[in-house]
């Protein structure tokens, strides 16, 4: 594939993935950005459709009836998809896109001109391409089960770890071994695949479902990495580029979201927090206490300054319209109205913003941590709505806990905390939250949609 | 392994582009704000699709009487445009919400 003009054309797509994605630095130039980024996938799968590579079969009717396939799908699947199902949905589609790295390295051994030799860097390329994306696929999918709710985390290997160590022994071993016969051994090539497949399901399925925005993050760099590396194998430059910046993007996103949980990302991996299991027998005499939805719209009515702290229970109830509505609400009454945001709250990174900007708050109502913590010692009342982990004091002051370390929305710093939960069950990383049992909280029990709408009746009546 | 060094020398420029890209694409991203991971990872997710560039040259170029491979590059391309189409559809989607930008 060496052309002038073709390498000009490629050269045009990939200066325009690069200016999108650096147009999604603010939310002004984002979308923007991002329909740049979509013209340079354009350009880049026009110029392969069309430019002569010699006489070639070209096949056409194949691809297209493959493309209107996948395009309705798609399409369809975007505009139907509900905001809080987004981690799922890019779980699959990273895990096609890991599918179809996948399928091309399958291809690429049957088309192997006879005679090759075997112990090359373009056969080591091809299979490191079959194995990141055969676990980029099937992790996905994994992952998204797990987000989804119908894979539980208490399908478990005995020992994950020592078996997942194992596992990628062989699958070196494996690939070391195809490389060193004289021909390709197709057979083998397949047991490759399936050992591929299968690490990328004990891969995930040990990490628990709270750690998920990690994996998503980590899978997504994988399909990058798996692009780049069949961009390697035709010497194609947009696919190596492409497959790059998302791959930097992804380990990017992965070691934040570790930051901000203040976890190794090996800790993640092994799925240490699924695991723990953690006696809550010291909070057993303590009691909470609960307030009335009557008494939370007086003290929110006379507030000043109210921070919202919004978690996954929000996305949950699809409360984000109502939460809304509430703060419209109190800023009509002269209540000033904040949200604060943790970088894990939610199932994807930036998963709590997507959702608020769906129910029209403006973007800079929402505070990052930092931020947060700075204006809660003079903050009057915080709501926090189905969060718990993200505000479990634990994380500052008890060493022995499995979050210790994490930096947290300190929300014990203002003057009342009203926590909205459906019950006093604990969150993902299944630890007691000692912010309950605090001498400023208040439990308001419900569903956070339900409870927001009782809240938004009181206040019109107070 | 003089295969695999002597492929890193006959490629030698292209693994300057990877090596370069890796760090465009670190500094590009480290400047994106909080607020719009969501969007960034659905769109890099998006990019990510370009495979299906690889998997068009695949068909192209493959006999036409090859089903093996004419079959897997069907399923491959479908998947890709999947992930192509479904996110970038999905991106804009996101980020017109960010664009509105006073209620009512």
């Known amino acids: 594939m060496k052309d002038p003009t073709l390498d000009f054309l490629y050269l045009i797509a990939i200066v325009l993935f690069v200016v999108g994605l650096k147009g999604q630095s603010h939310p002004e130039s984002a979308r923007r950005g991002n329909l740049m980024a979509a013209s340079g996938m354009i350009l880049g799968i026009i110029i392969t459709l069309f430019y002569p590579f010699g006489n070639t079969p070209n096949n056409y009717g194949w691809i297209a009836g493959g493309a209107a396939l996948g395009g309705v799908i798609g399409y369809f699947a975007a505009i139907k998809i509900k905001m809080t199902k987004m981690p799922e949905m890019v779980s699959v589609f990273n895990g096609f896109g890991g599918a179809c790295t996948m399928l091309i390295a399958i291809t690429e051994f049957k088309t192997l001109p006879p005679g090759t030799e075997l112990m090359s860097g373009q056969v080591l ?25 119908f894979l539980r985390d208490s399908i478990r290997l005995p020992a994950p770890q ?145 921070m919202v702290v919004p978690g996954y229970g929000l996305a949950v109830a699809q409360a984000q319209h109502a939460c809304n509505d509430l703060e419209n609400m109190l800023e009509k009454e002269g209540v000033q109205v904040k949200y604060g945001i943790h970088p894990v709250a939610g199932r994807m990174p930036g998963h709590m913003n997507v959702l608020l900007a769906e129910a029209d708050v403006p973007y800079d109502k929402l505070l990052e941590m930092e931020d947060s913590n700075s204006e809660l010692p003079t903050t009057d009342v915080v709501l926090v709505i189905g969060a718990n982990d993200v505000v479990n004091p634990a994380a500052k002051t008890d060493k022995g806990s499995p979050i210790y370390g994490m930096p947290i929305i300190d929300v014990e710093m203002a003057k009342n905390v009203i926590i909205m939960k459906r019950s006093m069950r604990t969150g993902y990383a299944g630890i007691d939250n000692p912010l309950f049992y605090g001498d400023n909280s208040k439990m308001l029990f419900g569903d956070a949609k339900d409870t927001l709408n009782k809240l938004k009746t009181e206040l019109s009546n107070v | 392994m003089d295969g695999a060094l002597s492929f890193i020398s006959e490629n030698i420029v292209m693994i300057y582009i990877l090596v370069l890209a890796i760090f465009l694409g670190m500094e590009v991203i480290s400047k994106v704000p909080t607020v719009l991971h969501t969007p960034l990872m659905s769109g890099a997710n998006a990019i990510s699709g370009v495979v299906i560039i690889g998997a068009i040259w695949l068909i192209r170029n493959a006999d036409p009487d090859n089903y093996f491979v004419l079959i897997i590059g069907f399923f491959g391309i479908a998947m890709a445009t999947i992930n192509v189409v479904g996110g970038f559809a999905v991106t804009n989607r996101m980020l017109e919400m960010f664009k509105k930008k006073k209620k009512k």
């Open chain 1, 125 to 149: 390329i091809i299979i490191f391409s079959l194995f990141i994306g055969s676990v980029a696929f099937s992790g996905s999918m994994v992952a998204y089960g797990k987000l989804d709710g």
């Open chain 1, 162 to 306: 020592i078996f997942n160590a194992l596992l990628l022994l062989a699958i070196i071993v494996l690939g070391g071994y195809i490389m060193s016969l004289d021909q390709v051994h197709y057979a083998l090539v397949l047991v490759l695949l399936g050992l591929s497949l299968i690490y990328g399901v004990t891969f995930v399925s040990p990490i628990g479902g709270g750690d998920m925005p990690v994996v998503i993050s980590l899978l997504n760099s994988f399909t990058g990495l798996g692009a780049a590396g069949a961009g390697l194998i035709y010497g194609n430059q947009v696919m190596i580029v492409g497959g790059i910046l998302v791959g930097s993007a992804g380990t990017f996103l992965t070691i934040l979201m570790c930051e901000a949980m203040n976890r190794s990302l090996i800790n993640v991996l092994i799925g240490g927090l699924g695991a723990t299991t953690l006696s809550s027998a010291d909070s057993k005499d303590k009691v909470v206490k609960e307030v009335t939805h009557g008494d939370t719209a007086i003290m929110l009515k006379y507030a000043k300054k109210v």
